[in-house]
């Protein structure tokens, strides 16, 4: 057990994340100084953290090793290919030279498409693709015996494909534009109104309840862990 002044280094830890923890909810009294500290803290603790984790687990693994000790990775020589996102790395330094900043140009080129390449697939299959399927569900309950059972539609389900078809239709007319919104068009539209409303408010909501989560984590910290160590600093780390 490591020992600092007579307190365990866990309790020391332990004052330190209730400290810092009251710190920064001192923003709910209003900005102060003791709360910018901890905010500059935070982030400059974050970013060190973050290169650490980049060197070990990029740098070191898969561009050092792979070259200079593939022995240990059960390569039979070195990884020569990785001689070009080395080079193309080195490159996004230049824009610290004016006068060769030209040159960033190209990763930062192969970066964007590479990401729009891996991304535009994922955001069709989950946003277009997805809700398609979605609309295409059976949307009458059915239980004949002639079926497996897992062909079965329950009302439940049923209704709730006649649901999610009437929300889409009725949320794509309320962006129809080519037409003002009157009649037929005027009234899905504003059942698509509704709809958008539902959506961004679950939406809300599940972000609300993120944050009180993370509130909940914080108050049972200082609660279970910083507060019997305020009472007994000498006894044993709860």
């Not at 230049?94 to 930062?108: E, G, N």
């Not at 006649?162 to 309320?174: A, I, M, P």
């Not at 939406?203 to 007994?232: E, H």
Request: glycine residues 10%.
């Amino acid at each position: 057990m490591t020992e600092l002044w007579g307190i365990d280094i866990n309790t020391w830890g332990t004052w330190l994340g209730g400290l810092l923890t009251l710190a920064i909810y001192s923003f709910l009294y209003g900005d102060n100084p003791v709360y910018k500290a901890c905010e500059h803290l935070f982030v400059g603790v974050s970013a060190a953290y973050g290169v650490v984790i980049v060197y070990h687990e990029y740098v070191i693994r898969d561009l050092y090793k792979p070259l200079f000790e593939p022995g240990e990775l059960g390569l039979a020589g070195p990884k020569l290919i990785l001689i070009i996102p080395i080079m193309l790395g080195l490159l996004l330094l230049s824009r610290f030279v004016p006068k060769y900043a030209y040159l960033s140009r190209w990763p930062i080129a192969l970066a964007m498409g590479a990401g729009a390449g891996a991304g535009i697939p994922l955001l069709v299959q989950g946003n277009i693709l997805k809700q398609l399927h979605g609309t295409m569900d059976p949307m009458w309950p059915t239980a004949d015996p002639s079926l497996p059972v897992e062909s079965h539609v329950s009302a439940l389900a049923a209704f709730s494909a006649v649901l999610v078809v009437v929300g889409v239709v009725c949320t794509l007319s309320y962006f129809y534009f080519s037409l003002q919104h009157k009649g037929a068009l005027g009234v899905t539209a504003k059942v698509g109104i509704w709809f958008l409303m539902v959506a961004f408010g679950a939406g809300f909501g599940n972000t609300v309840m993120a944050r009180i989560s993370l509130l909940i984590g914080r108050v049972q910290f200082l609660l279970y862990d910083f507060w019997p160590t305020v009472l007994n600093p000498f006894g044993p780390t709860p």
